[in-house]
């Protein structure tokens, strides 16, 4: 079974730039989640989509949205991109997103703003 | 607010040593937890989780944990680790339901030949 993947797996974007990253989660898992990883905050949850609709979403300002499409596969998009942004953006699917169950993440997409 | 803390950013360990990070976490999210590991320019890979029953869990690689709920921890520990083993290691909880996992601030393990 192929796993969680990720593109592109590096960019680098300036100021004011937007960017969408793209995630395809593992066969028959509906649920994805994002999350921003950064050296100084670590991992912090960006949002959940299931079938389609956003689930839950982190503290994060309305720059950051994304979507789910009907083969749930997700995007991500970051607008008016600061230099704060840089990250490494992983992304995880499940089956159900429910709790106790296990997410498979991606190899992340590492985004640099300059 | 619910909180999972990593008490060690930094753990440098011989090789074959045994090795303990240390997790504990807010009663509130208590229910599941979980430990990750985060090889370099990788993603986060499951090594073992907690759902009920037996407290303690093993997991992959050697690696096993254990449910504390006197003392809320969930400290993490392998008897001999590997060059291999270094990496990042994160610890997780999240209570039922659909709410998120809330992560620790991970622990970078270091073996040193």
């Known amino acids: 079974k192929a796993g969680v993947t990720q593109t592109p797996r590096y960019l680098i974007k300036t100021r004011g730039q937007q960017v969408t990253l793209s995630c395809s989660p593992i066969?028959?898992?509906?649920?994805v989640s994002w999350y921003q990883q950064t050296p100084g905050q670590g991992l912090q949850f960006l949002f959940e989509?299931?079938?389609?609709?956003?689930?839950n979403k982190g503290n994060f300002p309305g720059r950051f949205s994304g979507r789910q499409f009907s083969n749930s596969r997700s995007e991500m998009n970051v607008s008016t991109l600061e230099l704060g942004d840089s990250a490494l953006y992983l992304c995880a699917s499940s089956k159900e997103g429910t709790g106790g169950e296990t997410q498979y993440f991606g190899p992340g997409t590492r985004l640099l703003v300059l | 607010a619910q909180s999972v803390t990593q008490l060690d950013s930094q753990v440098p360990v011989f090789e074959e040593a045994p090795v303990e990070l240390r997790c504990n976490y807010s009663?509130?999210?208590?229910?599941?937890l979980f430990w990750y590991v985060q090889y370099p320019n990788q993603g986060l890979q499951l090594l073992l989780k907690y759902l009920s029953g037996s407290t303690l869990v093993k997991g992959i690689n050697g690696f096993e944990a254990e449910f504390n709920k006197s003392q809320t921890s969930f400290h993490l520990r392998k008897p001999s680790v590997h060059i291999s083993d270094t990496a990042e290691y994160f610890c997780?909880?999240?209570?039922?339901?659909?709410?998120?996992?809330?992560f620790g601030k991970g622990t970078r393990l270091s073996v040193i030949a």
């Open positions: 066969s028959g898992h509906r649920s």
């Open positions: 009663s509130s999210v208590s229910v599941y």
């Open positions: 997780a909880g999240g209570p039922s339901g659909n709410t998120p996992l809330v």
């Open positions: 989509y299931f079938s389609e609709t956003q689930r």
